[in-house]
């Protein structure tokens, strides 16, 4: 069965340092990915996806990821953090098979900024 | 323009009662999803539906019911509310590629 797995269940890091979030998937195909993050109190938003071609994919707010096949991993990084980016982040696969079209998310992980 | 909308956003609720959680999206979008947030943030699907049909049904008790009148709207009823199924229900469309669009989330607290 399918799998999405965020090690990390809470990281804390400074502002203005890097940062990187895990997350390994466990499918037969490469799936399609994605990472989410929540804000405390709301909905989900898209930061980034990968389908198919270059493997280090650019998101919104500074983010990016890179997908490794040969890891089955999409960690998602950003080279320096802003305290605004404290939220839950989460890490979803998903195949596109007619009759199962659905995202598998991981469990999230918090991220804490400190001063 | 809110791309997808779910009222109410918070719902307190006696056990025992039914309640309904509505949903709109105007994106244009085929597909529209159910998925539910537990108290550990743990996301899960339970409903999908294509052009109004049903196309996923995650083993959900079926005292929750969906219902999608027309392919930019889907409703959940949810029968004889439990303490249980206090957590936060979120809508989502898409359209190919399952890049979901979220709405804001309905908080649902059985009392």
């Known amino acids: 069965a399918q799998s999405v797995t965020q090690p990390d269940i809470h990281i804390t890091v400074s502002e203005g340092a890097s940062l990187e979030l895990r997350c390994n998937y466990s499918y037969g195909a490469t799936p399609y990915l994605f990472w989410y993050v929540q804000s405390p109190g709301q909905g989900l938003q898209l930061l980034l996806k990968y389908f198919s071609g270059d493997t280090l994919v650019q998101g919104i707010k500074g983010f990016e990821a890179e997908f490794k096949r040969s890891q089955s991993s999409f960690n998602l990084r950003k080279p320096s953090v802003h305290w605004s980016d404290a939220a839950e982040y989460f890490c979803?696969?998903?195949?596109?098979?007619?009759?199962?079209?659905?995202?598998?998310f991981g469990t999230g992980t918090r991220l804490t900024i400190i001063p | 323009d809110t791309a997808v909308s779910q009222t109410p956003k918070y719902l307190v609720t006696q056990m025992g009662n039914d309640k309904s959680i509505k949903c709109e999206q105007n994106?244009?979008?085929?597909?529209m999803y159910w998925y539910k947030q537990d108290s550990k943030k743990f996301l899960k699907i339970m409903f999908s539906y294509n052009n109004k049909e049903l196309i996923i049904n995650e083993t959900v008790p079926n005292r929750f019911s969906p219902k999608s009148p027309d392919k930019a709207h889907l409703n959940l009823h949810i029968n004889s509310l439990e303490l249980g199924d206090s957590a936060v229900y979120f809508c989502?469309?898409?359209?190919?590629?399952?890049?979901?669009?979220f709405g804001q989330g309905t908080r649902l607290t059985v009392v």
């Open positions: 979803a696969v998903g195949l596109s098979n007619f009759g199962n079209e659905k995202l598998t």
């Open positions: 994106l244009g979008h085929d597909t």
């Open positions: 989502a469309s898409s359209q190919g590629k399952l890049e979901a669009f």
